[in-house]
């Protein structure tokens, strides 16, 4: 197959061949996988259903615990749930002690390899060494448990490093996407009250350097909360430092003892904060705590992955500032002792095949992506896949958001030479943990579906109205008892976690914002957000939040944000703009001014693809923006009704408007 395809001829053979496959509705799982597949009866999930807590207990008994839980959920007080609540753990000595206590200190926990080629490969006894000394350096810096410790850094080794450091001692820690910008980590610390920031000199992105801790200083100065930061010098970039404040990694941890015992946590202890986008500019603090996550997190990494820790190399290609980075490259995977890589750069940088040339060079066998990043392949074109030997592959997975069929296809037949199954795993920062997925040895996969709950999850698709199961349709999505790895609430707002999950239909059912189908056979097809939410590339950002930040442009009156269909990014940004005075439209000079504004706001990630210049907004009489009429007009959908607007002629503009952008190219 390999060199045949790499031809343009080649090509048009694949193209033939997935257009053919799409007429297969389901793929059993491989003959060969299931034969030594960890779950392969279908059992496990009558099983898990008739004794739910049971089954739960089981897997929370997999971990080690300091002392054992005998309460196993306390739902007093829906819907704050507690889990394993006499239990006592530490998700730290679960990731590091006791591997090293079985003799595994040996095995390589990561295979690191930086942008520019370095290699480290870090075992389970190097990181217990590291994490042990950091942890004493934090604590030599004042924190303790409780304290909130932020993190903003690459995907280098230091960042798992602080983030087990932190859980070691049961100071919370609240990690930031390195994409985003150094404002939105001023607010989330702000927030979070972050006694210390763990930072970086500088960052590498594709040869280049972006000054992070230059950046990082310009807006968080006057933060008083924030006592501490720790800078790790990792590209020797320039940066000053503040005394009395500002402290080098590696100096700290010469400096600190070696031995740190894990602290003996409650299984409530909360492990971190992880901020993420909802409905209002505001983003919201999601809390996991420590027995319930890591049993979620464990159970899902070893069954979803068939993960034989001895055997398998995992590769997650999320950042780790992402929760599938929090939950699939750092407490899944350490948890069970697995073997991982890390890469520190991007997807095309050195090259277009470097994903696939890290695959061969260290024995790849299980990897997990997002469809994004699928497209983006199929975009480049299977030379850069075949030129690379994947044998060592034996499972495939996606995450973030829908995938279309032909992706799935596409990632079947070319990097999965078509022998591997693909569990396409729907879930979301709040639960913490997979929720809906096919378990390779047992579920037939559909391309597009993430099929069925994971044992003892009961999701389920209702109606809109009064919360009744869809038997084969569409209706919302819902969560209708509560699961270990679930967000306990929002950081320091009770109230918000209760009304934007447990209000519409009742303290014991969660919403989860997305609308999904329910075929005949049971399978569930996610459609997509609901609420304000967009996801572009499996980046979930608020619409209010970009709006926010491109009305703080000082030539922007007014703003509406809206998740467009992209081919690439499954969603793109696109936000239409009224600006100050009598121009309506802006020049392309300003396009690109408020594409930069929003950068330097959020991240570069946030920015609009496309900005509609409008001298008004559809608004209802009560002056409530419809972005529903926005996302039509921008699908260049039929306008559903206009009669509630206050102005109705606005849109008759704005579809002028667009016509004419879509005749000029
Ligand atoms: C939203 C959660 C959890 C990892 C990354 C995203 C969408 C997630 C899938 C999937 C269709 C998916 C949903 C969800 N989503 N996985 N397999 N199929 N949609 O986490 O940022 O919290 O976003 O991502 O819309 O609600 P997140």
């Not at 969660?510 to 980046?539: E, F, P, Q, T």
């Not at 000082?554 to 703003?559: D, G, K, S």
Request: aromatic share 8%.
């Amino acid at each position: 197959m390999a060199d045949m395809e790499t031809t343009p001829a080649g090509e048009e053979t694949l193209e033939a061949k997935l257009e053919a496959m799409l007429e297969i509705e389901k793929f059993e799982p491989p003959e060969e996988f299931r034969e030594d597949a960890l779950l392969s009866d279908a059992s496990v999930y009558e099983e898990a259903e008739g004794d739910w807590k049971g089954w739960w207990t089981a897997q929370a008994k997999e971990l080690h615990w300091f002392k054992e839980p005998t309460e196993i959920l306390d739902d007093s007080n829906p819907p704050f749930y507690r889990w394993f609540t006499d239990g006592k753990i530490n998700a730290s000595y679960n990731c590091l002690d006791r591997h090293v206590q079985a003799g595994n200190g040996d095995r390589v926990a990561f295979h690191w390899r930086g942008e520019e080629g370095e290699e480290r490969d870090l075992t389970y006894a190097d990181l217990h060494r590291d994490v042990q000394r950091f942890a004493n350096a934090l604590k030599d810096l004042g924190i303790g448990k409780g304290d909130i410790v932020g993190i903003y850094l690459p995907m280098i080794p230091e960042v798992v490093v602080a983030m087990l450091a932190c859980a070691r001692i049961g100071a919370p820690h609240n990690v930031v996407f390195g994409g985003f910008a150094a404002d939105s980590v001023r607010e989330r610390m702000e927030f979070s009250e972050a006694k210390a920031l763990v930072t970086v000199d500088g960052a590498r992105r594709k040869g280049k350097t972006a000054p992070i801790k230059q950046q990082v200083d310009d807006v968080m100065g006057d933060l008083e909360t924030l006592e501490h930061i720790v800078v790790v010098q990792h590209t020797g970039a320039d940066c000053e430092m503040h005394d009395g404040r500002d402290v080098w990694f590696h100096e700290v941890m010469d400096k600190a003892d070696a031995e740190c015992p894990a602290e003996e946590l409650d299984a409530e202890h909360p492990l971190y904060v992880l901020y993420t986008s909802g409905s209002t500019a505001k983003p919201k603090g999601v809390v996991h705590t420590t027995g319930g996550y890591m049993t979620g997190v464990t159970s899902t990494h070893r069954y979803v992955f068939d993960l034989k820790p001895d055997r398998d190399v995992w590769w997650c290609s999320a950042d780790v500032g992402w929760v599938t980075g929090h939950s699939y490259i750092v407490y899944g995977p350490m948890g069970n002792g697995a073997t991982s890589v890390m890469y520190e750069g991007a997807p095309d940088y050195p090259h277009k095949g470097i994903w696939w040339e890290l695959c061969e060079r260290y024995g790849v066998t299980l990897f997990y992506t997002a469809p994004t990043a699928i497209r983006a392949c199929m975009k480049w074109g299977v030379g850069h896949v075949n030129k690379h030997d994947l044998s060592k592959l034996r499972l495939l997975g996606t995450v973030g958001e829908p995938i279309n069929p032909k992706a799935w296809l596409w990632y079947h037949m070319v990097v999965g030479g078509e022998r591997c199954p693909i569990v396409d795993t729907w879930w979301q920062t709040e639960t913490g943990a997979i929720m809906i997925t096919p378990l390779p040895g047992i579920v037939a996969t559909k391309p597009g579906s993430a099929t069925r709950p994971f044992p003892g999850v009961a999701a389920d698709v209702v109606d809109e109205r009064e919360g009744k199961p869809v038997a084969d349709g569409q209706g919302l999505l819902v969560l209708k008892r509560p699961w270990p790895a679930m967000l306990r609430t929002l950081y320091k707002e009770d109230e918000r976690f209760v009304e934007t999950y447990f209000s519409r239909f009742g303290k014991e059912t969660y919403l989860v914002g997305d609308a999904a189908r329910k075929d005949k056979d049971g399978y569930v097809w996610i459609i997509g957000r609901i609420d304000d939410v967009v996801n572009v590339s499996g980046h979930r950002l608020s619409t209010a939040e970009v709006e926010s930040a491109i009305v703080s442009h000082q030539l922007v009156a007014e703003a509406a944000v809206i998740g467009q269909s992209d081919e690439d990014s499954g969603q793109a940004i696109c936000a239409f703009v009224t600006l100050q005075g009598e121009a309506v439209e802006g020049s392309d000079e300003l396009v690109e001014d408020i594409r930069a504004h929003v950068g330097v706001r959020i991240g570069k990630f946030a920015r609009p693809k496309r900005i509609i210049w409008s001298d008004d907004l559809p608004k209802t009489r009560s002056g409530k923006i419809m972005r529903r009429l926005l996302r039509d007009i921008a699908d260049g959908r039929a306008l559903g009704d206009v009669t509630t607007l206050r102005d109705p002629d606005v849109m008759s503009q704005l579809e002028d408007k667009i016509k004419e952008e879509q005749a000029e190219g």
